[in-house]
């Protein structure tokens, strides 16, 4: 068993509620709501890849982070 420091393990379950929030909600809720499930997915990926735990999405992550498509989308 790993065992993470309080703050790490915070941070990486905040990014992760936060993704789970959005990509649960119905599209028929907000048309934004997709998009901002798969920017807050891609903010989550590197929260572990900035704590040093390298994940196999990284790369489609960082493409998403520099998109504006979802980095100066207007989501409600």
């Known amino acids: 068993m790993i065992k993470l ?3 790490t393990a915070e941070a990486i379950v905040d990014a992760f509620n936060d993704y789970g929030t959005w990509s649960n909600m119905d599209s028929t809720e907000s048309s934004g709501n997709q998009a901002y499930a798969i920017y807050r997915k891609a ?3 590197m ?3 900035d704590l040093g735990i390298p994940h196999f999405l990284e790369d489609w992550a960082v ?5 504006t498509f979802y980095t ?3 989501y409600k």
């Not at 493409?63 to 998109?67: A, F, G, H, I, S």
């Open 63 to 67: 493409k998403v982070l520099e998109d």
């Open 43 to 45: 903010q989550a990926i």
């Open 47 to 49: 929260v572990l890849v």
């Open 5 to 7: 420091h309080p703050e």
């Open 72 to 74: 100066e989308a207007d």
